[in-house]
């Protein structure tokens, strides 16, 4: 379990939060150190761009699987790939931390913020800011793009590569057998994943 004293900081008023989540591996470690400090999340699994929808559905399964084995609330998205495509289309060329990675964090996180809202959680915040290949000032511009486009809404923008977390995801990861992708989930980073295999 990891230690209270971390370089992670809570909003000061904070003791709910919607936690958008990517999946389970990602999330697992944030969770652990959320709850440890007295903060109580709500998963949010909202990821049209995973594809193909067996994938989608392996990672849904993985985060539902562990939240509900915390006893926490887990709620699932609409799966709408071919909405997403319409988003990021002209966008499909673009590399990993480009304009269409920034586009989709945008949709997903103000689908986060509608969440929070609806919820009267009123304070999100993702675990994409947990993963080494996504770009960290792109996650908070799209966080902060949509405390400003849905009303009530706080984005809490956090780097979750701290404080030991990267190093306990692992422990985690292992601990409960979760299925682990080799892709961030759209079928764009796939086919860069597999040019680089």
């Known amino acids: 379990m990891p230690q209270k004293a971390s370089p992670l900081q809570i909003p000061t008023v904070l003791t709910d939060v919607l936690l958008h ?7 697992s470690a944030i ?3 959320l709850v440890a400090n007295g903060v109580r999340p709500h ?5 049209p761009n995973i594809y193909p929808l067996e994938e ?14 915390l006893g926490l609330c ?18 499909e060329s673009e590399p990993e931390r480009g304009r269409r ?4 964090f945008t949709l997903r996180l103000t689908a986060a913020a509608h969440e929070a809202v609806r919820l009267g959680i009123g304070w999100f915040a993702t675990t994409l800011a ?3 290949w996504k770009s960290l000032p792109q996650i908070e511009q799209a966080g902060r793009m949509a405390e400003e486009a849905v009303p009530g809404a706080r984005f809490w923008a956090q780097n979750w590569r701290k404080g030991g977390l990267q190093e306990r995801r692992n422990a985690l990861l292992r601990e409960y057998g979760f299925y682990n992708q080799r892709y961030c989930g759209c079928e764009f980073s796939l086919a860069g994943a597999m040019r680089k295999n």
């Not at 799966?79 to 997403?84: I, M, T, V």
């Not at 990675?101 to 989709?104: E, K, L, P, S, V």
């Open 101 to 104: 990675c920034a586009r989709c």
């Open 43 to 47: 998963v949010f699994y909202y990821n």
């Open 56 to 69: 989608y559905d392996i990672r849904k399964n993985e985060s539902k699987r562990h939240a509900e084995s």
């Open 130 to 132: 947990s993963s080494r």
């Open 31 to 33: 969770v652990e150190w």
């Open 74 to 91: 887990w709620t699932d998205g609409d799966y709408n790939h071919d909405e997403w495509l319409s988003a990021v289309r002209g966008l």
């Open 21 to 27: 989540a990517c999946c389970a591996p990602c999330s």
